[in-house]
């Protein structure tokens, strides 16, 4: 993969991102949960999906990208151990709401999980784009 094409890959992850994240909100507003429930995790993997692809680090499952997000960026200092807890802690929620038929969560549990991962994917998409901006 070229510089160029590079770029231009982590751009559409992030643009991604912020898809996934409006439709997590827009979903919480009709009270589906496990719609929301995906959507959040979808939105910080594939910001983090981009941070790793500006700094030509390959992954193949979503325990891999998992796993080198903790190994990369948090065991590092990049990122918070909290912020690595929220990442894991919003793909178990992902498998159990796309997995399980009885899945629920608070709507206000969920609202502040809303605005955890919001804060997440906006770090992730500012180192992003500051690393992007370097080459």
Do not use: C
Request: hydrophobic share 40%; charged share 25%.
């Amino acid at each position: 993969m070229t510089p160029d094409q590079r770029k231009i890959a982590v751009e559409l992850l992030l643009e991604k991102s912020a898809r996934n994240m409006e439709q997590a909100v827009r979903n919480a507003a009709l009270d589906y949960w496990d719609l929301v429930a995906n959507r959040l995790y979808y939105s910080v993997f594939h910001a983090v999906t981009a941070l790793m692809l500006a700094d030509g680090i390959r992954t193949g499952t979503h325990k891999g990208t998992s796993s080198q997000f903790g190994q990369h960026y948090v065991l590092t200092g990049q990122f918070s151990r909290e912020d690595g807890i929220l990442y894991s802690r919003l793909q178990t929620m992902r498998e159990k709401a796309d997995y399980q038929n009885t899945f629920t969560i608070e709507p206000a549990k969920g609202t502040m999980l809303i605005e955890q991962a919001q804060r997440l994917r906006q770090h992730i998409h500012d180192v992003t784009t500051a690393k992007l901006a370097k080459h």
